[in-house]
């Protein structure tokens, strides 16, 4: 007699059911296992791949960042010297009107107008007789009052010191807006 005739047949029935339900489920496990470890790598490789991106991405801003401060360095070492110039300029300026200044001052030296000898009917009579230690070259002219011709030095002094200032503008203008 064999073992099989034994077992009644719903019992056998039931323990090859479960035998096979076993090897399904431990196959299935094993799939699983084999298919995680699978994704697993995929993920380690896209980590890696991830990684370098991210790398080659802060490289390049830190190049930009390195580059835009070079730039930066450089206009404020042009705009600096732009700075030199001008005070420069509006020194030498300020003190040829102060020379100048003096001199009216001390009538070192005068100033003139030169008069319109066409003009018949203004009805002033200005002295236009050049004084005989001086030689006046052109037409008839008047000298200034000191104090006058101080007023107008004033005001050229003010002109020039606003020219001075608009093409240093101009200039800062130009070196901020030019790339390089």
Known sequence: MRLADLIPAPYRLLAISGLLAALVGGSAVSA????DWRYGQQLAEQ??????????????AADQVRTAQGNRLALEQRLSTS????????SDAQRNQARLR?????????????????????????????P??????????AQLDPA?????????????????????????AKEVSTPK
Not at 103 to 130: H, I, K, N, P, Q
């Open 132 to 141: 005989t230690g001086g030689v006046v070259h052109g037409g008839t002219r």
């Open 102 to 130: 003096d001199r009216l001052a001390t009538a070192d030296l005068r100033m003139s107008v030169l008069l319109d000898a066409t003009d018949a009917g203004s009805g002033d009579e200005v002295s236009a007789a050049a």
């Open 148 to 172: 006058h011709a101080q007023r107008i030095i004033g005001i050229t002094d003010a002109g020039d010191q606003g020219l001075i200032a608009l093409a240093a503008c101009q200039a800062y």
């Open 32 to 35: 699983w296992k084999v298919q």
């Open 83 to 90: 700075e030199q110039t001008h005070y420069k300029e509006l």
């Open 47 to 60: 980590a890696g791949l991830h990684k370098d991106d991210l790398i080659a991405i802060s490289n390049a």
